[in-house]
């Protein structure tokens, strides 16, 4: 669990069904809170590109939220890929 106003990486490797990493077009980090309500969207480009298909974001966890939910997307042969997972939020 992390710490509201701690900065997290937030990190993705996009692949193929088989495992094979991808590089899609037009990627996108989405931040929602628990209601599915977006926070924010960010459009992301090599200098947070670690790898083929490895995208990250430091990105500073909001102290009004206890958990959100985060969203990497782009477009890998004309279809949308995506990513998504939370992280919960503890106030100190």
């Not at 670690?50 to 974001?57: A, C, K, L, M, Q």
């Amino acid at each position: 669990m992390a710490l509201a106003g701690d900065t997290v990486r937030l990190k993705c490797h996009f692949k193929t069904f088989d495992g094979t990493a991808v590089e899609p077009t037009d990627v996108k980090l989405t931040i929602y809170d628990t209601n599915k309500q977006q926070i924010e969207q960010i459009t992301l480009d090599d200098t947070n590109k670690e790898n083929i298909g490895v995208y990250f974001y430091d990105y500073v966890l909001p102290m009004n939220q206890s958990e959100i939910i985060f969203e990497f997307s782009g477009v890998y042969n004309n279809k949308p890929i995506l990513v998504r997972d939370s992280v919960k939020i503890q106030f100190n």
